[in-house]
């Protein structure tokens, strides 16, 4: 299939941590003449793999390595954010789609989902202290209507799902309308979103084993490495989930058995905030077809190419 012959411009799979999502991916690129594009806000790290879950393995089909993208592309230490992503995105998402591959989104992180599936362009835009004083007694029907003089079309319903988002979405709208020179426009995607999801007790038992695996590969000693480079205890633990964990515990403040007990609960805690996330963006709109974890990858393929010619 070529980006020309069906209705859809990129794939996306999604799914919580530990689904194998990664692996239908790669199938799903090496099935499309694809490529993947990682959703992922931690695997953006050099030096971050075990504790990131970096499959690099699930990339390696029938000896033929598939092609991925924003993994590895900015050091440990860095803050990298969305706004970020969604650029580095486009650069990439162009120079797949010119070279006729096909992208495959692939990841669990909803705001780099989102910032690619929602169609329209971040921009960083101030507080304007000014213009939110002047609209602080309006109600949400006044402020809608106000945000309706900015743009008739109100496709993101979400803007106005309260007072809060509404006048967020009005300081938009004018700091754009002050700056006609940013551009705001994203490529014609439509896009075909698949979850891969398993039950609950089965998540949590693949979280669990999945835990260990990585543990016993050598996960510790990564974050180590990363100490021993002179990144602070407190930078790694801005990274949440493993780095938090296994460096409390480097640095004495757990022992093994409460890190592991503790970064376990906070990894299902993380799932289960996962699927709420993509619960959420199916209210919203987004329609997710989704796959049973369980089910063979060759069924998961046949299903998916089934959705992307239907």
């Known amino acids: 299939?070529?980006?020309?012959?069906?209705?859809?411009?990129?794939?996306?799979?999604?799914?919580?941590?530990?689904?194998?999502?990664?692996?239908?991916?790669?199938?799903?690129?090496?099935?499309?003449?694809?490529e993947v594009i990682s959703a992922d806000s931690r695997q953006v790290y050099r030096g971050m793999d075990l504790g990131t879950g970096k499959d690099y393995g699930d990339y390696e089909i029938d000896g033929q390595k598939i092609p991925y993208h924003l993994i590895d592309i900015v050091d440990a230490g860095y803050e990298y954010n969305v706004f970020e992503y969604q650029h580095d995105f486009l650069k990439v998402y162009a120079d797949v789609t010119g070279r006729g591959k096909f992208p495959v989104l692939c990841g669990g992180s909803g705001l780099y989902l989102e910032a690619v599936l929602k169609n329209y362009k971040l921009v960083q835009v101030p507080h304007n202290e000014e213009l939110r004083s002047r609209l602080q007694d309006k109600s949400l029907d006044e402020l809608t209507e106000i945000l309706k003089t900015y743009k008739s079309d109100l496709h993101n319903i979400t803007d106005i799902e309260n007072r809060k988002r509404a006048l967020r979405a009005i300081e938009i709208e004018d700091y754009l309308t002050l700056h006609?020179?940013?551009?705001?426009?994203?490529p014609e995607m439509n896009s075909l979103v698949v979850g891969v999801k398993y039950d609950r007790l089965s998540r949590r038992r693949r979280i669990s084993e999945r835990l260990k695996q990585r543990l016993d590969e050598g996960m510790l000693a990564e974050?180590?490495?990363?100490?021993?480079?002179?990144?602070s205890p407190e930078q790694l633990t801005y990274y949440g989930l493993e780095y938090k964990y296994l460096t409390q515990h480097l640095t004495g403040e757990l022992t093994y058995d409460e890190m592991f007990s503790g970064l376990e609960t906070a990894i299902h805690q993380f799932a289960k905030r996962q699927m709420t996330w993509f619960r959420r963006m199916e209210r919203q709109g987004t329609h997710i077809h989704w796959l049973d974890g369980y089910m063979p990858l060759a069924e998961k393929l046949e299903r998916i190419k089934f959705w992307l010619e239907h």
């Open 1 to 34: 299939m070529t980006m020309q012959e069906g209705k859809y411009q990129l794939l996306a799979i999604v799914g919580p941590t530990a689904s194998g999502k990664t692996a239908v991916a790669a199938h799903a690129a090496n099935m499309l003449n694809g």
């Open 180 to 186: 006609p020179e940013i551009d705001t426009h994203m």
């Open 223 to 231: 974050v180590q490495a990363l100490l021993d480079k002179g990144l």
